[in-house]
């Protein structure tokens, strides 16, 4: 489901953050995070998803040409889908992403990808640049 709207969210956990260069190999470093962190939360049988989630949000905050460093975030918090992990990536760009629908060209997939797999994404404006974030619940049924 989409959402471009802020859900409240209870954080259960201390978010895990980690600041990245604006560039395409930043994508496997946020792998490495989500891997380790879901590891450490025991809820490995995230990782799949979370891993192609981050490197989606990631990617596309690197074609923004921002030039200062990106935050990506992985947190537990509870909010209306339940109790998720969300993953987000603080980018310095204002521009909003686009969800192309039906997008079978080189591009434009991604945020489809993300929008299959998350319970809920949207995006935050930020006075300078934006947090887009994904929610993948704890229990998949």
């Given at each position: 489901m989409t959402t471009h709207q802020p859900i409240s969210s209870v954080p259960i956990v201390r978010p895990t953050t980690?600041?990245?260069?604006?560039?395409?190999?930043?994508?496997?470093?946020?792998?490495?995070?989500?891997?380790?962190?879901l590891?450490?939360?025991?809820?490995?049988?995230?990782?799949?998803?979370?891993?192609?989630?981050?490197?989606?949000?990631?990617?596309n905050a690197a074609k923004t040409g921002c030039r200062t460093s990106m935050l990506v975030s992985a947190a537990r918090v509870s909010n209306r889908a339940g109790r998720v992990v969300r993953f987000a990536v603080r980018d310095g760009s204002r521009t909003l992403p686009v969800l192309v629908p039906g997008a079978t060209g080189d591009s434009g997939r991604g945020l489809a990808l993300v929008d299959h797999l998350a319970a809920f994404w949207g995006v935050d404006m930020e006075p300078h640049g934006k947090t887009i974030w994904a929610d993948l619940r704890v229990d998949r049924t």
């Amino acid at each position: 489901m989409t959402t471009h709207q802020p859900i409240s969210s209870v954080p259960i956990v201390r978010p895990t953050t980690a600041s990245l260069p604006y560039e395409p190999q930043s994508a496997s470093a946020a792998r490495r995070l989500v891997r380790d962190v879901l590891a450490d939360w025991e809820l490995e049988h995230l990782s799949d998803d979370a891993e192609l989630v981050v490197t989606e949000l990631v990617s596309n905050a690197a074609k923004t040409g921002c030039r200062t460093s990106m935050l990506v975030s992985a947190a537990r918090v509870s909010n209306r889908a339940g109790r998720v992990v969300r993953f987000a990536v603080r980018d310095g760009s204002r521009t909003l992403p686009v969800l192309v629908p039906g997008a079978t060209g080189d591009s434009g997939r991604g945020l489809a990808l993300v929008d299959h797999l998350a319970a809920f994404w949207g995006v935050d404006m930020e006075p300078h640049g934006k947090t887009i974030w994904a929610d993948l619940r704890v229990d998949r049924t």
